[in-house]
């Protein structure tokens, strides 16, 4: 699948007229848009075709991560709707990724199937103690990489600070898509944080901004301030 690089604005709010409200404020007419738990658990599937008429791209990131049967039949429903990609947890296994594959494979529909290595709410240190795995950070994700590629996933999420690794092992069409973008020091929850420049030059394919612009005064400009900084042009 021919994939172009993108900023996606991830849209945790809170319910559909509060992300009315912020694509009042936005303008611009397509926008690839992240809905996760906090919308979709909220407004239900409706509010995928809705964004769809609009003439948004959808990133639906429910990070599924259960029993590998259980995860095929709903990814499988999840094919149901207009979605462009997929999240489930490098946690649930390859067996797991694999039936996601499957579920995907099910349907005629081309939608990208993405594998969550560690969120990029953690650090190495939560990682070692309560998480008790004994391996670095950017090793533990560079194995999830590796993992989710040989199961037939299109890409994994991962901070920028790994993205760069992932792209020397030279998987072709295997896409890095990094959350955790900030300009300032200002992390919010967010640990393995880095600017869009540097998400740029670490080969990332799509970048997840979500607070720096929901929450700006100024969200198109933040939006298209971004947006020129990682893919050096200007959006349409
Ligand atoms: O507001 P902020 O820019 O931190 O939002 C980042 C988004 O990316 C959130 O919606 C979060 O769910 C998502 N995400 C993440 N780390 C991951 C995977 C997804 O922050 N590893």
Redo the contacts with the bound molecule.
Sequence with gaps: MCVNKDVII?C?FENKAELLGFLKKIKTKKLFL?I?MELFYREGPEIINFLKDLGHRIFL?LKLCDIPNTVKSAVFNLTKLNIDMITVHAFGSKAMIESAKDGLLRSSREILLIV?TI???ISDEILKKELMIKYSLKKTVLNYAKEARKSGADGV?CSVHEAKEIKRLGFENFLCVT???RYKKQK?D?MRTATPIEAKKSGSDFI?????ITRSKYPILMYEKIYKDFLGENHE
């Design positions: 991830a945790d992240k996760g990131d969550v969120l990029t709410s999420v959350p955790g973008i919010d967010q997840v901004v979500g607070r720096p």
